[in-house]
């Protein structure tokens, strides 16, 4: 069974200042992909990772796919109290294997002004 | 253009009654999965299909839960007999081809309480 580990899960900061949330897991995945879901609303793509060691930036946000593809960072910079919500990394399918999503547990992240 | 949207939003029930879950996906997306997400807990995956039929149904946990999807568009998820730890968020989601790296897109949910 694929897992996928995010840490930490709960995160409360003030404006202004950078964090990072990891999510590791001990399988490869063909992809990582990073959600940002809101209270009612389901998970919105918020972009994917395919090469091993591939750095993408979206504005504040810098992810990250590790070498082996099976760990994957986000780093947010500067954050504002926009950036609050629920953080989900999801694995994408195996080669080979079913489309479904892998999803860690998600780290909530509150930014307080 | 108009994104998955699913009905009912709510569904409160009782414990041993059936329910229906509706997910109307994008138009023209072949692809179609069904997640589960508890409190506290990430999506769980369900079942995907791939047109009409279920290319995958390994994440239903047990006979309880059926979906379809007979026209390749709209599905419905299908929960017999229901339990009160069925009581989830219920997402559907559509993708153009379900292929590869292929975005999914979710819709709202569906809140089901079984009490």
């Known amino acids: 069974t694929q897992l996928l580990e995010q840490s930490p899960q709960f995160l409360s900061i003030q404006e202004g200042e950078n964090l990072t949330v990891y999510c590791n897991s001990s399988?490869?995945?063909?992809?990582l992909q990073w959600y940002r879901q809101e209270p009612g609303e389901g998970p919105v793509l918020l972009v994917t990772?395919?090469?091993?060691?591939e750095v993408k930036k979206l504005k504040r946000l810098t992810f990250q796919f590790g070498d082996a593809r099976k760990d994957s960072s986000l780093h947010i910079t500067a954050a504002q109290p926009g950036d609050t919500g629920l953080y989900l990394c999801?694995?994408?399918?195996?080669?080979?294997?079913?489309?479904?999503?892998?999803f860690g547990k998600g780290m909530k992240l509150t930014v307080n002004p | 253009g108009a994104g998955v949207s699913q009905t009912p939003s709510n569904k409160v029930t009782e414990k041993g009654k059936y329910v229906e879950l509706r997910c109307d996906p994008i138009?023209?997306?072949?692809?179609l999965y069904w997640y589960r997400q508890s409190l506290g807990q990430g999506p769980e995956f369900l079942i995907y299909?791939?047109?009409?039929?279920?290319?995958?149904d390994s994440g239903l946990p047990n006979d309880r839960f059926f979906a379809v999807r007979p026209e390749g568009s709209v599905s419905t998820l299908k929960i017999q007999r229901t339990e009160r730890g069925d009581s989830a968020v219920y997402l559907c989601?559509?993708?153009?081809?379900?292929?590869?790296?292929?975005?999914?897109?979710f819709g709202p949910g569906t809140r089901l309480t079984v009490l």
């Open positions: 138009s023209g997306h072949t692809a």
């Open positions: 989601a559509s993708s153009l081809t379900g292929g590869g790296v292929d975005t999914q897109y």
């Open positions: 990772v395919v090469t091993g060691g």
């Open positions: 399988s490869v995945f063909s992809s």
């Open positions: 299909f791939q047109g009409t039929g279920a290319a995958d």
């Open positions: 999801a694995g994408g399918p195996a080669q080979g294997g079913s489309e479904k999503l892998v």
